[in-house]
Nanobody, 121 residues
């Protein structure tokens, strides 16, 4: 059974940093594209960043230059390093797996339960 487990969320002051982790089981990270999504109350789920072992990476405009997605195939883990955090980054962050590089939620087949990120001003 495929399971994705996020961790690393929390509360941080604006301008601070957090690193989210996604531990994958039942799926080979190197054979899939992995993504991070976020959803704030009352808003649509938004693609933040995605990475494929051989396909490069993609970022939402809001994340580009501040966030970095990476993966460790040996540890079956995907990371999202978030720097220069802003209050508008506050959301539940989800890890997901897809067959192709994409920021569209509909392309992702497996999802984690999410980890909350709260940025105070």
């Amino acid at each position: 059974q495929v399971q994705l487990a996020e961790s690393g969320g929390g509360s941080v002051q604006a301008g601070g940093s957090l690193r989210l982790s996604c531990a994958a089981s039942g799926v080979t990270v190197s054979n899939n594209c992995m993504g991070w999504f976020r959803q704030a109350p009352g808003k649509e789920r938004e693609g933040v960043a995605s990475i494929c072992t051989r396909g490069g990476s993609a970022y939402a405009t809001s994340a580009k230059g501040r966030f970095t997605i990476s993966q460790d195939n040996a540890k079956s883990t995907v990371y999202l390093q978030m720097n220069s955090l802003k209050p508008e980054d506050t959301a539940m962050y989800y890890c997901a797996a897809a067959p192709v590089l994409s920021l569209l939620a509909g392309r992702f087949n497996f999802w984690g339960q999410g980890t909350q990120v709260t940025v105070s001003s």
